[in-house]
Nanobody, 114 residues
C-alpha cells in the first residue's frame, strides 16, 4: 500500500520561504512522476510543479523562478521562495506510477501573510 507523508507547511510572511517534503513508501515501479498540487479556498486544485523519475521538471507559470521541485528517490521536495499571499493553499503531494496508479497525500497547509 502506497503512503505519502507530507511535512513542512506552516505560516510565513510574504517574501519568506518554506520547504515542503513528501516521503512516499510502498512505491513499486521505478517509473513514477511526483508532483505538488495546491488548492486554495473556493478554487480548483491546480498543478504547481512536477518532476519525472528521469528528473525532468515543469512548473505553473505563477511559481516559475520562485519554486523549485526536486526528488531523492521516492521523496519529493518543494522549495518555495519569495512567497506571496496568493500562494496560500493546501498543498498536496501526488505520485503517479507508470502513468496508471495515482496516489495523493493528505495535504499540508501553507499560509502566507501580507
Amino acid at each position: 500500500q502506497v503512503q505519502l507523508v507530507e511535512s513542512g507547511g506552516g505560516l510565513v510572511q510574504a517574501g519568506g520561504s518554506l520547504r515542503l517534503s513528501c516521503a512516499a513508501s510502498g512505491i513499486i515501479y521505478s517509473s513514477n512522476d511526483m508532483s505538488w498540487y495546491r488548492q486554495a479556498p473556493g478554487k480548483q486544485r491546480e498543478l504547481v510543479a512536477a518532476i519525472t523519475s528521469g528528473g525532468s521538471t515543469n512548473y505553473a507559470d505563477s511559481v516559475k523562478g520562485r519554486f523549485t521541485i526536486s526528488r531523492d528517490k521516492n521523496t519529493v521536495y518543494l522549495q518555495m521562495n519569495s512567497l506571496k499571499p496568493e500562494d496560500t493553499a493546501v498543498y498536496y503531494c501526488n505520485v503517479v506510477q507508470i502513468g496508471i496508479f495515482t496516489h495523493w497525500g493528505q495535504g499540508t497547509q501553507v499560509t502566507v501573510s501580507s
